[in-house]
Nanobody
């Protein structure tokens, strides 16, 4: 199984980025896909998740209304559209796959390599 995250970068506060995560080696539509982030000196935290065909989405409170998770099962890809970015969103962002919806990182079996997002004030 491989999860390849991309799309990170450096933006000013208020800007937008779109992260992508391309999956291979798994039956993509049978997995809940999640995005997590880890800032320096902090634990990895849940950001958003989307169920198998996108019927349900879940968000961490601080990103609700600013971030949108989506997926394209034909392309085996999950996205995270991030708008109105804040300096506190600065972190390495990871995509992950799990059979069932979970928020705890330790519950996810497959992980991508991470992509850096830096938001300057």
């Amino acid at each position: 199984v491989q999860l390849q995250a991309s799309g990170g970068g450096s933006v000013q506060a208020g800007g937008s980025l779109r992260l992508s995560c391309a999956a291979s080696g798994l039956r993509f539509s049978r997995y809940v896909m999640g995005w997590f982030r880890q800032a320096p000196g902090k634990e990895r935290e849940f950001v958003a998740a989307i169920t198998y065909v996108g019927a349900s989405t879940y968000y961490e409170d601080s990103v609700k209304g600013r971030f949108t998770i989506s997926r394209d099962n034909a392309k085996n890809t999950v996205y995270l559209q991030m708008n109105s970015l804040k300096p506190e969103d600065t972190a390495v962002y990871y995509c992950a796959a799990q059979i069932n919806y979970e928020v705890a990182p330790r519950r996810y079996g497959y992980w991508g390599q991470g992509t850096q997002v830096t938001v300057s004030s």
